[in-house]
């Protein structure tokens, strides 16, 4: 077994997680490779990080679950931990959008339970788990600084939107999941994270493209362009590397400057 970190990804097989897995992988570290049921993308995913690796010797696995069933979830820890022997960073970027937009007068149930499962309660559980673990392994990080629990919510936190408030309401939980870690492992070496990106072209935002293209251009993002997956997979790698060593709970923008207020 050799002596890199190992990074744990979920929804790593396309859009933002493969750009976070891609940096990692230029990085020099282990990742293991979340997907939900698109092996081919894993696939890719993973050809994509062997070729950007700097080191032959670095190991790319392809780990399965559904983030919304407990034993699932077990299992994708489980998979990692005999793939690579240890798990030194959680990212918990996996999420879905609504299967339909719909307003909240119309919103129903059925899509809040499947938004709120996988993007909530699944990332919120699974960091538990990794949390125990580390507990159970304490000093035994290969990152600099520590153990590192990221999670990558989105603007959709703090900015409503009212034909998909499902996903708002999973995000806005997820930031006070990142806050209640930070609290809770802040003595105990593992630093914790959120990452908010903003309008980032992925094939999650390919059918609202026209709209937002026109918003961008009209100053929406003061950086006038969309965010892209390596944007995000930067401010991962950073924080991977140690490069914040007396923070914990910090909330890091990554949209280009939308959330700055300015009349």
Known sequence: MNAFPVILITGSSRGLGRGIALRC???????????????????EAIAECQ??????????VPVRGNLAASDERAAILEQTLKAFGRLDALVNNAGIAPRVRADL???????????????????????????????QHPGESRLTGGYKLIFVTSI???TASVNRGEYCLSKA?????????????????????????????TDMTAGVKEKYDRLIAEGLVPQMRWGQPEDVGLAVEAVLRGHFPYSTGNVIEVDGGFHLRKL
């Open 25 to 43: 992988a230029q990085a020099g570290f282990n990742v293991a490779i979340h997907y939900a049921g698109n092996e081919a993308a894993a696939r």
């Open 105 to 135: 007068t119309e919103t129903g149930e059925a899509s809040y339970d499947e938004v709120m499962n996988v993007n909530l309660k699944g990332p919120h559980f699974l960091s538990q788990l990794a949390a125990r673990h580390w507990l």
């Open 173 to 201: 939980g997820l930031a006070m999941s990142a806050q209640l870690w930070s609290a809770r492992l802040a003595n105990e070496g593992v630093q914790v994270f959120e990452i908010r990106p903003g309008i980032m072209a």
């Open 156 to 158: 959709s936190a703090n």
């Open 51 to 60: 070729a950007a690796a700097p080191q032959a010797t670095q190991q790319f």
